[in-house]
């Protein structure tokens, strides 16, 4: 290392004065087209103002995203981007990490886009656990083409193509990310920056597919179905903030826990002689069992009822396994060191070709 080089290092807390950015180096200059008031607004101020601390140039962060509102996400960032094709997010992001996986990769992408046409893709971007960043913005409802419920939409939930109510089960996000072995799982909303902020990075710091779905309002065709959790005033009593090591506390006035009985979850007055931080849940992030009864914290009773789990939010599990990228290309270099580099004419023609006269 040279000295001009450290001295820059120095001067600029150790990051390169080419990476000493602000957020606003991440801003394009194209008109951003979302809805006046819609949560993405907020999601991307996150994520431009998280960029500069992911310690990353920016012609090395590229955005990734399929179709729908979310989907525009790569025009506004000052980086390098694609707007792929609908459900198909996660496969292009697997084949551009495995070529370029120098890379810096995320995956914007909505509920439908993930969880209907894309499901099968997003399923298996979990179970090899791509070395991606993968933003899941839910807001329960087709917005792009005009207020169709989504797979996400609640059972009864009355939109254009439901209007007598839907029938359907809907898709527990983080449930479907446990089931198919998500190295990272976790889960943020658009109307509490600060911690959405500490999420994006903490999703980025994480080697392997971190999930992180986002509760974002559609202000036209779906308002307020997470109003529960992101009104100042009902949020205290309707989500639990996790964090590794802390007991689950909740309420106006942290006055309430969630303790175990056996494997029962239980709502518990706190300050009283009965029950005190030392009897709650601990969280880990480490115990996927946990975890897994953690996001069904879901389908629950009305508000107001004893038994009415607060929802979660923060980083449900986090482990650490191979990557399939990194797999990929240690395997393929391990067949070259043995085999040396190969034909692609010879490979293509086989063994068993002729020539017609």
Sequence with gaps: MSIETIIDLHLNNGVPSEMNYTGKDFSSDQDVRWCPGCGDYTILKQVQTAMPDIGVKKEDIVFISGIGCAARFPYYMNTFGMHSIHGRAAAIATGLKISRPELSVWVISGDGDSLSIGGNHFLHLLRRNVNVNYLLFNNQVYGLTKGQYSPTAPTGSVSKSTPYGSIDHAVNPLSFALGADGSFVARAMDRDPKHLNQMILRANSHRGTSMLEIYQNCIVFNDGAFELFTDKKSRPAEAIYLEQGEPLIFGDKNDKGIRLDGLTPKVVSLGNSEFSKDDLW?????????????????????????????????????????????????QISGVVERKGVGNLDELLRGRETWIVE
């Design 282 to 330: 601990i969280h880990d992030e480490k115990d996927k069992t946990k975890s897994y009864m953690l996001s069904r914290f879901f389908d629950q009773p009305e508000p107001g009822d004893e038994n009415r789990m607060p929802r979660p939010f923060g980083v449900l599990y986090a482990e650490e396994r191979p990557c399939y990228d990194e797999e990929v290309n240690r």
